[in-house]
């Protein structure tokens, strides 16, 4: 039906959002090395146990001062921004408290506050605005008398629309709210202070922006702020208390930490303080616009989300006429060695919204490991398969 229009027979990796595929090679070297060398952080007195203390200390050090934290004990670790979530959803709320939501979010913010709900926790999911973006007057008009926290996600995995974290926070603190931030698809790509904008929990992943492995992820957590723990188990402190320490980050870490995978992820966040993250940004912007701008003429293409506002995460969701977005996922696989993410992309909410629940969206998602050919090549390809379904 198509043909292929790569030029050798590597694949064109455009599903960042879901996981970054192309890593530095640092990262590479940290994981082998940590497997290698380091033992069980806090779990005797060995160089291998002493070296695995060091280095997750080193890494929690680096991404509280990454995120603009003061305190690098309240950096705790976890498998990913879903466990992070949870904790902070699952840890700060009680029956008869309210909090407010978006219909941006992703399940791994939606399933826990429904979870809640069902224990006595009010739940408010405030209308979108325009395309899909944040409606910061339907968020600050369902703000009650026993409203506790808002819980949104810095960016849409789906539309990449950002939500202005600065003003968030500023409304949050103005009502004396909590603010609970999914940063999934900004960690790493967007700039974060967490004390200029106001957040009291910043939850992030890995395994995306921040190119660490995956299985890794935590949440920051503002002095204001605390959170029941999710699990306990053992800490390698205080092994005769019954419960879990009080202090952070003992708290919320139990059991053995993924030390390898800290460290891959320490290199990460290494590599990109070397980069920068606004260069990163720069080019993985100038990517996605070089692709939006081959793609928005094509009769029979339709594009998700606000592309008026420069700020935002480098995603771009389409439809190609109404054929399913898995069959436009499978034709860009097989005839042009295109990886993309077709379907719901765990966002239900947006679906209904955009009225996509059963096409769903073909979500291209660049990085900034990607080259300005494959974002051409993926835009001829989008042109070759509407002008087909269109003949």
Same mark, same amino acid.
């Given at each position: ?244 320490? #009080?202090? @952070?980050? %003992?708290?919320? !870490?139990?059991?053995?930490?993924? +030390?390898?995978?800290? /460290?891959? *992820? ?63 996922? #499978?034709? @860009?696989? %097989?005839?042009? !060695?295109?990886?993309?993410?077709? +379907?719901?992309?765990? /966002?239900? *909410? ?42």
């Amino acid at each position: 039906m198509f043909y292929r229009k790569c030029e050798d027979d590597s694949m064109i990796y455009l599903d960042n959002a879901a996981t970054t595929l192309q890593k530095p090679q640092v990262v590479y070297d940290a994981v082998y090395d940590a497997m290698k060398t380091l033992g069980n952080s806090g779990r005797g007195f060995s160089g291998a146990a002493l070296g695995a203390s060091r280095m997750i200390y080193e890494a929690r050090r680096t991404l509280c001062d990454f995120f603009g934290g003061s305190d690098p004990s309240r950096l705790v670790f976890t498998s990913n921004a879903t466990e992070a979530l949870n904790m902070a959803i699952q840890g700060m709320f009680l029956p008869g408290d309210h909090v407010i939501t978006t219909q941006l979010e992703h399940n791994s913010v939606l399933r826990p506050l429904y979870a809640m709900q069902k224990k006595g926790v009010e739940l408010t999911i405030a209308a979108s605005g325009q395309n899909g973006t944040a409606d910061f007057d339907a968020i600050e008009a369902a703000i009650r008398a026993n409203t506790k926290a808002i819980v949104c996600t810095h960016a849409s995995n789906l539309t990449g629309n950002l939500t202005d974290m600065q003003r968030m926070g500023e409304l949050a603190k103005r009502h004396g709210l909590f603010l609970i931030v999914d940063a999934s698809q900004t960690a790493g790509v967007i700039p974060i202070d967490v004390k200029q904008m106001h957040i009291d929990v910043l939850c992030f992943t890995g395994h995306k922006s921040l190119f660490g492995p995956q299985g890794t992820g935590g949440l920051y957590i503002g002095e204001g702020a605390e959170i029941k723990p999710l699990k306990s188990g053992g800490t390698g402190v205080h092994s005769f208390l019954k419960t879990q320490p #009080e202090e @952070l980050p %003992e708290h919320l !870490e139990a059991g053995t930490l993924n +030390g390898h995978g800290i /460290a891959g *992820l320490l290199a990460g966040v290494q590599e990109i303080q070397k980069i920068t993250a606004e260069e990163i940004w720069k080019k993985e912007r100038n990517l996605m616009e070089c692709f939006v701008a081959k793609i928005k003429q094509i009769p029979n293409v339709k594009i998700y989300g606000d592309f008026s506002d420069k700020n935002r995460c480098p995603i771009v969701s389409l439809n190609i006429a109404g054929v399913d977005s898995s069959q436009v996922s #499978e034709w @860009l696989l %097989e005839e042009y !060695e295109i990886a993309v993410r077709p +379907g719901a992309h765990c /966002a239900p *909410l947006m679906h209904q919204y955009f009225g996509t629940q059963k096409q769903g969206m073909v979500r291209f998602s660049f990085s900034y490991y990607n080259t300005e050919k494959e974002a051409l090549t993926a835009a001829e390809a989008i042109r070759e398969i509407a002008e087909e379904v269109e003949a």
